[in-house]
């Protein structure tokens, strides 16, 4: 299993960008996957999970501004944030377990992990 983000960079406040983490070896389309972060001296958060169902749960911190999606002909996962804040800079990672039905945002509920991309709100 291969997962591979890309879309960070930086940002103004209040400015968007969509994150996107390329699958392989790993069927997105049925199984359950999230999105984290992880900023200078704090532990790695979970922020929105997508279960294999397409139910999907977001972090409080992240709600209303931040969409996780995936199109499975693509093996993809997004995450679309706006109305970006500069406490969301955080390498922000994409994690899966193959299962269909977890949707939870616990870091040792994953895992297959990502290398991260970074995303930094000034």
């Known amino acids: 299993v291969q997962l591979v983000e890309s879309g960070g960079g930086s940002v103004q406040a209040g400015g968007s960008l969509r994150l996107s983490c390329a699958a392989s070896?790993?069927?997105?389309?049925?199984?359950?996957m999230a999105w984290f972060r992880q900023a200078p001296g704090k532990e790695r958060e979970g922020i929105a999970t997508?279960?294999?169902?397409?139910?999907?749960s977001y972090a409080d911190s992240v709600k209303g501004r931040f969409t996780i999606s995936k199109d499975n002909a693509k093996f993809t996962l997004y995450l679309q944030m706006n109305s970006l804040k500069p406490d969301d800079t955080a390498m922000y990672y994409c994690a899966g377990r193959g299962v269909p039905n977890l949707l939870s945002l616990r870091v040792s509920d994953f895992t297959y992990w990502g290398q991260g991309t970074q995303v930094t709100v000034s």
């Open positions: 070896g790993y069927d997105v389309s049925r199984f359950s």
């Open positions: 997508v279960s294999g169902y397409g139910r999907t």
